[in-house]
């Protein structure tokens, strides 16, 4: 069978990461960083802008445009370049340059945005907002359709029908704990609602950068940490506390170790946040809040290469 670009978006394989990790328990991680924009974005790109193809919100030719750190507008360049659409990304000045350069070898224009109170390598919630104010700025005066992605629920149940339905599939039944950074809470709670919903008794637990862990109730102390994309200080919209049973914190340290670790132990050059869900998942298997043969799945939620 022949397959279009955006069939290439989904069904990644799910690894069992036994190099670092022998116990106890079993980590085993979607390996999303295959999919072309190369990271876990490229499902809420592709559900949001076919839904809003389907009723009318884009029509065909017209500009799109989005806040992004990088990866989320990697996977809107990849489905705008297949579906036809101009595609402008507002991003923070503070993130990879190199996020900037693949969306514009796709054929994004890329507005770079100057941080508020962070710094390069360490973006804010501040920062954020002010490029999602130019996002929506821009697609006000260009007349382009706003992908909003902290707002729209598609990237919701793309992950409740896609990657937690494929979880359960390929591990051929529930899991005991799913673990995942947040930044727009998609990938977290999209997961949760599937493995709740196969097993109630699944744990559950959101990853947040120490110091910034608003969803654990905690003020924020430390707005600057290296796990781009995520941690951003904020609740997320569309947040559903009921899905998370609790929160583990992760420094910059045990990050960078851990994003070490899997590249040297088990060839996978990830990004931050797929390091810092791989570090929590041994957290809560250490923790003697599951059995001791108990299996947690995680995301690789992008390549390496993009920082």
């Known amino acids: 069978m022949i397959a279009t670009p955006l069939d290439l978006i989904g069904c990644t394989p799910l690894v069992a990461l036994d190099r670092i990790h022998d116990g106890p328990g079993r980590i085993v991680a979607k390996a999303e960083f295959l999919h072309p924009g190369g990271s876990v974005k490229d499902r809420a790109a592709k559900a949001i802008l076919l839904a809003a ?27 705008c370049a297949s579906l036809g659409h ?5 991003m923070s000045a503070g993130n990879s340059p190199a996020r900037a ?36 700025r821009i697609a006000r005066d260009e007349g ?47 997961v949760a609602r599937a493995l709740k919903a196969a097993a109630p008794a ?3 637990a959101a ?23 995520v941690g951003y200080g904020l609740v997320p919209p569309h947040w559903d506390a009921a899905l998370m049973d609790l929160s583990l914190e992760v420094t910059d340290a045990e990050v960078a170790h851990w994003h070490h ?39 690789l939620c992008d390549t390496g290469l993009k920082y």
């Open 53 to 79: 193809r389907q009723d009318g919100r884009l029509t065909p030719g017209m500009p799109v445009v989005e806040m992004t750190s990088g990866n989320m507008g990697a996977g809107l360049a990849v489905v």
């Open 86 to 90: 101009p595609f402008i990304a507002t």
């Open 101 to 136: 350069r693949m969306m514009e070898g796709l054929g994004a224009r890329v507005v770079l945005v100057g941080q508020v109170d962070g710094s390069p390598g360490q973006v804010t919630g501040a920062d954020v907002a002010a490029a999602a104010d130019a996002a929506a």
């Open 144 to 190: 382009g359709f706003y992908v909003d992605q902290f707002n729209a629920a598609e990237g919701i149940t793309a992950h409740e029908t896609g990657t937690g339905r494929e979880i359960l599939e390929q591990l051929g039944g529930p899991v005991d704990g799913w673990v995942a950074s947040v930044g727009t809470g998609c990938t977290f709670m999209g």
């Open 202 to 204: 699944t744990l559950c």
């Open 207 to 229: 990853v947040e950068p120490q110091g910034s862990a608003p969803l654990a109730g905690k003020p924020v102390t430390k707005a600057r940490h290296i796990v781009q994309g």
């Open 261 to 299: 670790r899997l590249a040297v132990r088990e060839g996978l050059y990830v990004g931050y946040s797929a390091a810092a869900n791989v570090c929590a998942a041994a957290k809560l298997l250490a923790s003697g809040r599951l059995r001791a043969d108990a299996t947690v799945a995680t995301v």
